[in-house]
């Protein structure tokens, strides 16, 4: 599914902090870039992994343009 080819596109790995469940024992999310409250879509552009730590504590902050870009970039 839509989730799985997220994970495997990003490595497994957080592109906020770099950590992997393999490396660090946490447990990965696949987070919206422009959270659903402000209208962002549920696409393959919109979404990138986060571990939990860094999802939930990014809440339904709007990351800046440039680290988005670089985000899709890696798709």
């Given amino acids: 599914g839509l989730r799985f080819r997220i994970l495997r596109r990003d490595g497994f790995c957080c ?7 393999r490396k660090d024992d946490i447990k990965l999310h696949v987070d919206h870039i422009q959270p659903v409250k402000q ?10 992994t986060a571990c939990q730590d860094c999802n939930l504590g990014k809440s339904d902050i709007v990351l800046s343009k440039s680290l988005i870009e670089q985000i899709k970039g890696n798709g």
């Fill in 15 to 21: 592109l906020y902090s770099g950590r992997s469940p």
């Fill in 39 to 48: 209208g962002g879509p549920t696409v393959e552009t919109n979404l990138v």
